[in-house]
């Protein structure tokens, strides 16, 4: 496979120069499993693991490798000797990503695992059925915002659903221009709205809580994808099937479809940043209120709630705006919390080695 086969653009390029330089090659992860990983090159799919001075390096969990990352590769042969007809291979350095999915453990920066990178476009995915629910789609793209990918939102089960044009309405008042497409993945309606984001060399991920048809969009997607999965098998001596078991996948239209168990779990976390993005309308009715520490609730001169009583802002976005509000400032205790409980521990450990300092003691 070539490299822009594989997602590689130009923005990589000066990021890899210094490893080009060393004499390593750019390689995509495509299978992380325990600290094993599955990477694709030019010259095939080769398994690997980091090196012992990355390890050494490597400040938290986030600087390791995930699915979709660029790595620096080095081969490697048992006895040492550089060969490239040899399948292992060592990761010596992960290039700045482009967009980032994180799994967080609440209130602990340190335990922050990131569980895709560089993934161009993520479908939000909602049913059309009785999980239609305006407040989870704003979760869901304060989480893409937050990753830096482009959010798509896809409705799927259209075929279940009388109603579409009001949906379609009320999903406008949440989206802010981001691009609604309503589809059937079941019966394979309105797939085509979707090429476009499919272009050879994106990566694409789907998001969507269970049952909304992630895997039977994923399933159509990889339909025809037989002729493509023949070019990457080639690319590999052994002949192994190098895509099945894949996170990330190759589509017959060229599009990489990142999949992976921690992103079918994902949860929507706020940040500051996200909320001011999918929330940009409440945020602005806010600079407007009488009181700059306004809480939107009794004050007088509440722009906020002069627009849901002219019936411009719904009351129930503000509710979630304030809800998520809430969360983000238990998620910064805690992580407040967690950073004092460091700082104690790390005096504690300075006095005990002060206590034994030989020139200390009597
Ligand atoms: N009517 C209808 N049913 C659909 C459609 N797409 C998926 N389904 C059905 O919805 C159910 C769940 O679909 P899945 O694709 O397994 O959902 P998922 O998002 O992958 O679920 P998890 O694996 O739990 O994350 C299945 O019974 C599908 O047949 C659709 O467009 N219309
Ligand atoms: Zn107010």
Redesign the pocket.
């Known amino acids: 496979m070539t490299l822009p086969a594989l997602g590689w653009s130009d923005r990589f390029v000066p990021h890899f120069s210094p490893y080009r330089a060393a004499g390593y090659v750019p390689a995509r992860v495509v299978q992380e499993h325990r600290g094993r990983y599955q990477v694709y090159c030019e010259t095939g799919e080769y398994s690997g693991e980091v090196s012992g001075k990355f390890r050494h390096l490597a400040t938290s969990p986030r600087s390791f490798p995930a699915v979709g990352d660029w790595v620096a590769l080095a081969f490697a042969s048992p006895d040492g000797i550089a060969s490239s007809s040899d399948r292992h291979a060592i990761i010596h350095a992960v290039l700045p990503r482009q967009s980032e999915f994180v799994r967080k453990a609440a209130g602990s920066k340190t335990e922050e695992q990131v569980i895709a990178a560089n993934v161009d476009t993520v479908f939000l ?1 909602t049913g059309l059925d009785h999980d239609f629910n305006l407040r989870r789609v704003e979760r869901y793209l304060m989480l893409a915002w937050d990753s830096g990918a482009r959010p798509v939102i896809v409705l ?5 659903c009388p109603n579409l044009g009001d949906r379609l309405a009320e999903l406008e008042e949440v989206a802010f221009g981001v691009p609604i497409v309503a ?5 394979g309606e309105g797939i085509d709205a979707l090429v476009s984001y499919l272009q050879p060399g994106y990566t694409v991920a789907l998001l ?1 809580s ?8 994923t399933n159509s997607l990889l339909a025809h994808a037989a002729q493509a999965t023949q070019a990457v098998r080639a690319d590999d001596s052994r002949g192994r099937h190098t895509t099945t078991g894949r996170s990330l996948c190759l589509l017959s239209s060229g599009a990489l479809l990142l999949d992976t168990p921690g992103m ?1 779990e994902l949860q929507p976390w706020a940040t500051e940043d996200s909320l001011s993005q999918t929330f940009e309308d409440v945020e602005a009715l806010a600079t407007q209120c009488r009181f700059r520490d306004c809480r939107h609730e009794q004050e007088p001169g509440c722009a906020v709630q002069g627009a849901i009583a002219s019936g411009t802002l719904d009351p129930k976005r503000l509710a979630s705006y304030q809800k998520l509000q809430g969360e983000l400032a238990y998620l910064e205790r805690r992580q407040d919390q967690q950073a004092q409980l460091a700082e104690k521990q790390r005096w504690k450990q300075i006095h005990k080695q002060l206590r034994n300092h030989p020139k200390l003691r009597q």
């Open positions: 995915m799927n089960k259209a075929d279940l589809i059937s993945a079941l019966h969507g269970s049952g909304v048809g992630k895997s039977t969009l079918r």
